[in-house]
């Protein structure tokens, strides 16, 4: 435990619980849920375990140090002060990220411009030459978080968001983020034990996400690289113990996850990219309109989809989302059926009352995940059968 260091995951409004409950299982210590983040510990190891596995993870930041801050000057002293040959080396590239919310600062990049020019010139002082900045493909990205009068220094461990896992080449026109769909369908309590589908199937990302759920596959096993791998302490004979041990916990999915959707670009796309996240055997994708369709399965079945919002596509929404509820109704009794929008008033079409609706973002779009409880037979008789 003495090797513990305190990280921090950033995520998505809403998934703080689903995020704390996943960092717990794989075994994080002193978890605390924030707001659109979860702070936790582990040691270096379980660093590299968090940015693979995680499913509702954006970063993973390990924070190195903290002050209060009132101004330029002092920001750039307390940042020189600090020991970046730790973390940095004159032949080692660097870029600066920066949020902030302070009345003392109102811009990002020149909060960012101070932090690398106090780098510069502590290393310049030091030997006489500098590490460079490179904004695309750094060695060391460094995150900066100023609120009101408090300053957080942190690694990102990550790199590129966590929701860019790999396996997605080809995407339609409103692609769904994967950590979003892999949080939505956490949310919805999709754990393997059943059928799945997504009878409008896009480019098949809630497809690909329930398969590696079912299958307990890490999430960001397709990924290429991690930050942390250009770190001056990364460690690769652990790493590869961490990526073997995660995969030596993959389990066998004895049920089928099927996508439907009308248009054929989106079906060829989604039986590519479930290729690409080597899940082929377990995803059936066809050309299929989910309105003129019937449930392909015996017993219970778990949906998931996310139906055009009107945004993007010019729909008849009165008309599509009641066509919704009613093939639900007419051919899928037996189906736990949610669906993500941010019309809300195209709910109304539905024509059912949905049993559970949960706010969640959609990129900036307040959105519901909504579920229907579609019965075997009437809900009545459901309940009379029970007595």
């Not at 497809?207 to 460690?235: G, H, S, V």
């Not at 008033?345 to 059912?352: H, I, P, Q, S």
């Amino acid at each position: 435990m003495g090797n513990n260091f305190k990280m921090v995951a950033k995520t998505l409004y809403g998934f703080e619980e689903i995020l704390a409950k996943e960092l717990r299982n794989l075994g994080a210590s002193n978890v605390k849920e924030g707001t659109r983040n979860v702070s936790f510990e582990g040691d270096t190891g379980f660093m590299y375990k968090a940015n693979l596995c995680l499913r509702t993870a954006i970063k993973i930041i390990k924070p190195i140090h903290s002050f209060t801050v009132r101004n330029e000057n002092e920001l750039y002293k307390k940042i020189y002060a600090m020991g970046w040959s730790e973390y940095l080396s004159t032949d080692t590239t660097f870029a600066i990220d920066t949020t902030i919310n302070s009345d003392h600062f109102t811009h990002s990049l020149y909060v960012s411009q101070k932090v690398k020019d106090a780098i510069v010139d502590k290393f310049r002082d030091m030997d006489g030459t500098r590490p460079s900045v490179d904004v695309k493909f750094p060695d060391l990205r460094i995150n900066i978080h100023i609120h009101r009068e408090h300053c957080n220094v942190s690694l990102d461990s990550s790199g590129r968001s966590l929701h860019h896992r790999g396996y997605r080449t080809a995407t339609n026109i409103a692609p769904i983020n994967e950590v979003l769909a892999a949080g939505l369908l956490l949310l919805s309590g999709w754990d393997g034990q059943c059928d799945f589908m997504d009878p409008m199937c896009g480019s098949g990302t809630f497809l690909t996400e329930a398969a590696m759920i079912a299958c307990n596959i890490p999430a960001n096993i397709n990924r290429k690289e991690f930050a942390f791998e250009k770190w001056e302490d990364f460690d690769d004979t652990l790493f590869e113990k961490i990526v073997d041990a995660s995969l030596n916990k993959a389990r066998e999915f004895n049920h089928k996850i099927i996508g439907y959707d009308k248009a054929p670009s989106a079906v060829r796309k989604a039986i590519d990219n479930a290729a690409n996240a080597n899940l082929s055997e377990y995803i059936h994708i066809e050309r299929k309109n989910f309105f003129d369709s019937d449930k392909p399965v015996e017993g219970k079945l778990h949906m998931v989809f996310n139906p055009p919002y009107g945004e993007r596509l010019n729909l008849d929404m009165e008309d599509f989302y009641g066509s919704i509820g009613d093939t639900l109704k007419r051919s899928y009794s037996g189906t736990n059926a949610w669906l993500i929008t941010s019309n809300r008033e195209a709910l109304k079409y539905v024509g059912l009352r949905p049993s559970r609706k949960i706010k969640v973002y959609n990129s900036h779009l307040e959105s519901r995940l909504v579920k229907y409880e579609m019965y075997e037979g009437s809900r009545k008789g459901k309940y009379q059968n029970q007595e």
